[in-house]
């Protein structure tokens, strides 16, 4: 006669079952793709950022909206000259050797925003992309409403925007673009701005040697700080324009050294969209740019 089990028993056993049968469908989802665990996506448009939560295109999606970035989708990918990612926590965990082998020869990933919130993805990030080959670097969001820009480059420095001659660590950037929190321009009068925008460059140079890489919009810059060009000749430009054959440099700056194309691209180890970037000349002068002797 077979042996009694209680309904209760029963269940136990089955929800252990399925529980043992989801993780190894994960496990098997993760080797297959190659990539972490399917990253947060980041709010809609039309829902409130939560105050450090920010990243490199937030303020940008507002001005130039996601229908330009779709638009300048890669695919099939735009393996062309030396190109770049830029992450955050809301890509998840992310495959470096994958990206590496994807075509990626540099990454910047969030480091800090203002003066309190610190990325819960960079460590894993930072060290990732170096373990795995890639020339990489860290950037700040920036929050002119919040302190001065010494402050906040200070504690940027301090919290994984430093800087040593290693062949791997590109110099820290300053992400200064459309305030996805309120005021577009952080509430600062162009005056104001110009002069935050200074103090932050100033310190950081003071801690790591290294001219901050600037990250912005034209419609930005021109519109906040007046079109200043009190930058063009000490800081790099980081431009942001998606879904355009040619990006529109905003005043006061000759040239640009990095262009952020689209916010939705895709590369192999990262789930879901990624920005993707394009320097500006060939991967000799991107080590040079690292090791600051460009």
């Not at 040593?164 to 929190?181: M, R």
């Not at 906040?224 to 355009?244: I, Q, R």
């Amino acid at each position: 006669m077979p042996a009694y089990r209680s309904p209760s028993r029963r269940l136990k056993r089955s929800r252990s079952a399925l529980m043992a049968a989801g993780a190894l469908g994960s496990a098997a989802a993760l080797i297959l793709t190659g990539a972490g665990p399917a990253a947060a996506a980041p709010p809609a448009p039309d829902e409130p950022v939560r105050s450090g939560q920010a990243w490199m295109g937030a303020g940008t999606r507002i001005e130039q909206g996601l229908a330009s970035s779709a638009a300048g989708r890669v695919t099939p990918m735009d393996t062309s000259g030396v190109q770049g990612i830029d992450v955050s926590h809301w890509q998840g965990a992310i495959n470096w050797g994958s990206v590496k082998a994807a075509g990626i020869d540099f990454a910047y990933m969030k480091a800090t925003e203002g003066t309190t919130f610190k990325d819960s993805r960079f460590s894993a990030n930072y060290t990732g992309s170096y373990n795995a080959g890639l020339i990489r670097g860290a950037y700040h969001f920036a929050r002119p409403d919040v302190s001065n820009g010494a402050t906040q480059a200070g504690y940027f420095a301090g919290n994984g925007g430093g800087w040593s001659k290693d062949g791997k660590t590109l110099p820290g950037v300053l992400d200064i673009e459309h305030n996805p929190y309120g005021a577009m321009c952080y509430g600062l009068s162009t005056t104001q701005m110009r002069t935050w925008i200074n103090d932050f460059y100033t310190t950081y140079k003071a801690r790591t040697t290294r001219d901050v890489v600037i990250y912005t919009t034209a419609s930005w810059w021109n519109t906040c700080t007046g079109g200043w060009t009190g930058m063009s000749t000490k800081s790099p430009l980081w431009v942001a324009h998606w879904g355009t054959a040619t990006p529109t440099v905003p005043s006061g700056f000759p040239t640009w050294t990095i262009w952020q194309y689209t916010a939705t691209g895709r590369v192999g180890g990262v789930s879901g969209d990624v920005d993707r970037n394009k320097f500006n000349g060939s991967l000799a002068r991107l080590q040079a740019l690292a090791n600051n002797t460009a």
